[in-house]
């Protein structure tokens, strides 16, 4: 088992930044943490949940954040693995919605985009950006 938590979310004005964190632990993510996928998703009102961002928790790499938040969006890992951070800054009033944590343990490099391939979620913080 893998539990997620989520904290960091809030509202400001557009411009603004926000950190959001998620804290993983559980057996299964402190034996396999290598070979977790751990993205976070969006869902905004009327929406599909998206994909924001997404690390796989043993590269060494800076992991893929999507275009939506190219260039404003950072991610960075505690030295243990067992946090994940999302920085956004230059936030925009479409930034708004729920942002969820999500993990899998997966069998290759790459990590899914799709909301049904994560096994785990977080309970999800409210970001809200106003104009």
């Known amino acids: 088992q893998v539990q997620l938590v989520e904290s960091g979310g809030g509202s400001v004005q557009a411009g603004g930044s926000l950190r959001l964190s998620c804290a993983a632990s559980?057996?299964?993510?402190?034996?396999?943490?290598?070979?977790?996928?751990i993205s976070w998703f969006r869902q905004s009102q009327g929406k599909e949940r998206e994909r924001v961002a997404t690390i796989y928790s043993g590269s060494s790499n800076n992991g893929y954040v999507a275009d939506s938040g190219k260039g404003r969006f950072a991610l960075s890992q505690d030295n243990d693995k067992s946090t994940l951070n999302l920085s956004m800054s230059s936030l925009r009033p479409e930034d708004t919605g729920m942002y969820y944590c999500?993990?899998?343990?997966?069998?290759?490099?790459?990590?899914?985009?799709?909301?049904?391939?994560?096994?785990?979620w977080g309970q999800g913080t409210q970001v809200t950006v106003s104009s």
């Open positions: 999500a993990a899998y343990l997966s069998g290759a490099r790459g990590c899914s985009s799709s909301p049904a391939q994560y096994k785990y």
């Open positions: 559980g057996d299964s993510y402190r034996n396999y943490y290598r070979s977790y996928c």
